[in-house]
């Protein structure tokens, strides 16, 4: 191998599957976010017309967390973190007394968030709206990333390999 790549295939092996899961955790309180399933919805349709997958909870693939923190702080007036994150499997082993042990793990891969304040009843709609535009800058850094990470693995192999990985990651 003439050179070392240090790149997060996290993001090679998400953009290969496109396939995710999502999670909904509302920490939301005196009626500031009524609607999170609407929010997952949005974030759902989003990752659908990117081409992804929705799957249950499977330890493998990426799970994106639609998630709002906030509370009401008075007269009908809320003020709520809106988030979304998305978390990936990593493999990693360890020896052991002579075996090898694999564990998978997971890491963050991507979060972003936004800070609202204002009135309760346009809340909801901002809510969904934010995480909207959240996971639009989520598919969009999956983009530029992937192919980064593609670029790099291919130009670290050497030239004698690089058709054999070109072809294989593109």
Known sequence: MD???FVDARWVHAANAMTFNTAIDDQVRNGCW????SSKD???LELIRSGATLEEEDGFHPSVFVSALGHETGDYHCAVNVELS???ATASSFVREGREIGTLTHT???SSNSLLTGDRVSMNERIRSTHQQLIQKFLIA???NDRYAREQMIESVGEEHAA???AILE
């Open 34 to 37: 009524t609607s999170a399933e």
């Open 142 to 144: 999956l983009e530029k």
């Open 108 to 110: 963050l891969l991507w």
């Open 3 to 5: 050179g070392a790549a």
């Open 164 to 166: 054999f990985w070109k």
């Open 42 to 44: 949005v974030v759902e």
């Open 86 to 88: 998305v978390w990936a």
